[in-house]
């Protein structure tokens, strides 16, 4: 009997100390830093007390000083953005239920106290069971919330790919939207000076009142364009910040544009594709979800005998005599033999194989999108660099020639810095879109190709 209740003792002891793990991130922290490092060659740190958000403020003080190139940005971003500290929690919650799939559910103690009503004594019966059950399922419960902590990790991978993206192209909106500013004001100061050369050549009689109506016409169109342009560039900064996790909004920075920066390399279509389907973090999720759904199954499978507890039983009876004996606790899968769990979950397995497919054809069209918008606009911006904007400025040169040899007005020469104005806008707009699109595709391709 002495055996018995020692060896239930240690039982109870060993099952105690299994239950004593504790939520660990570090090793899943420090694969994610090692990704974040592979594709951006940047690092990012996760902010869970007041000494990280100083090292955060003091690392995004020191990058806004003399002005904020887009790398600088992507650096900051990376490390004060709200939204990618946010994601970096969910590690912690994913971790928090992997742990909580491996630990055994509680024993259940179970005990009666019975009083006779004539004659004295006490009958006790006390019983501890622990849930054996545990013992198939919790391998099962384990794999499955590994694979949810697998898809967690590319979670939050993409967020930070996303938020990569995000950047550069917010970035770029302010840096392009600050030269097409500059070229609209331009624009605005010509067609006032349009104004002004119409109303003299209308006081000689050269121009009709028709003639200036149309001028003052453009001339109140290129403000109400100024007025668009200059509400999109604050509301790029506005947005750029927001991404930077910037609070004081009103400080402002500049950012330091290098025109000469290379775009990354296009891939051609094929080994996009291929790249793609390979790299994409979304397809890796898939199949990680795939993989989820098969360990639930196997899962359900094994819970026919939901509850299985087995332990120590002890009665004492009302003359004293005292029974020791082991507990058996067990639910009879008779009507519930878990055909519904099973029949769910196989539906599931289904569902994410047909989502995994579906989502092979989403990043094909994406792909393929991206590389069509880049093809055009490479060759919208090759046709206003070699062409267009040089043809506008040999026609300004020869309007020029022809002003000072008093053959043409200055209103001719005044349309054409006009229309030279409009071409650079264009090409700046299209060197926007050109950079946007080539982040989309870096995005689209799973990180840098």
């Known amino acids: ?232 560039w604050v509301q790029a900064r506005v947005h750029l910040n927001r991404i930077l996790g910037l609070d004081d909004l009103s400080s402002g920075h500049g950012v330091v544009m290098d025109p000469g920066e290379p775009l990354p390399p296009v891939p051609e279509q094929t080994e996009a594709v291929a790249h793609a389907l390979n790299h994409r973090l979304d397809m890796k999720m898939a199949d990680f979800k795939v993989w989820e759904a098969e360990k639930k199954l196997r899962l359900q499978k094994r819970r026919v005998f939901k509850e299985l507890g087995m332990g120590a039983s002890f009665e004492r009876e009302v003359d004293g005599d005292k029974t020791f004996g082991p507990g058996l606790d067990l639910e009879i899968p008779l009507f519930d033999q878990n055909q519904a769990q099973i029949a769910r979950a196989s539906y599931r397995l289904r569902q994410a194989r047909k989502n995994r497919q579906a989502l092979e054809g989403e990043i094909r069209e994406q792909v393929l999108h991206d590389l069509e918008e880049i093809r055009m606009l490479k060759e919208q911006c090759r046709l206003h660099e070699k062409h267009i904007i040089p043809l506008r400025k040999k026609a300004l040169a020869y309007t020029a020639r022809w002003v000072n040899a008093m053959q043409m007005n200055r209103l001719h020469l005044l349309e054409s810095e006009r229309e030279l104005i409009e071409s650079k806008m264009e090409h700046l707009k299209a060197r926007r879109q050109l950079n946007h699109a080539v982040w989309n595709l870096e995005y689209h391709l799973g990180g840098s190709y």
Not at 115 to 121: A, D, I, K, Q
Not at 167 to 179: H, N
Request: hydrophobic letters at 40%; a negative charge; glycine letters at 6%.
């Open 1 to 232: 009997m002495k055996r018995f209740i020692w060896g239930t003792f240690a039982c109870f002891l060993g099952v105690w100390t299994m239950g004593c793990t504790t939520v660990q991130t570090q090793p899943e922290w420090d694969r994610l830093r090692g990704e974040v490092k592979n594709w951006t060659g940047e690092t990012i740190l996760w902010e869970q007390e007041e000494a990280d958000r100083t090292r955060i403020q003091e690392a995004v003080l020191t990058r806004l000083k003399d002005g904020l190139t887009r790398q600088e940005a992507v650096q900051i971003a990376l490390l004060n953005n709200r939204e990618i500290q946010a994601a970096f929690e969910q590690i912690g919650i994913a971790k928090s239920d992997w742990v909580q799939a491996g630990l055994l559910h509680n024993p259940s103690l179970s005990a009666f106290f019975r009083f006779p009503s004539g004659g004295s004594g006490t009958n006790t019966e006390a019983d501890v069971l622990f849930p054996f059950s545990d013992l198939w399922q919790i391998p099962w419960r384990q794999k499955a919330a590994e694979a949810h902590l697998e898809q967690v990790l590319l979670e939050v991978e993409k967020t930070l790919l996303d938020t990569v993206r995000k950047t550069r192209q917010a970035w770029d909106s302010v840096a392009f939207l600050g030269l097409i500013l500059k070229d609209t004001e331009a624009l605005f100061k010509k067609a006032r000076e349009i104004v002004d050369e119409a109303e003299k050549r209308k006081a000689f009689g050269f121009l009709t009142d028709l003639d200036v109506y149309h001028h003052l016409i453009s001339e109140k169109e290129a403000e109400t364009n100024l007025l668009r342009v200059r509400r999109n």
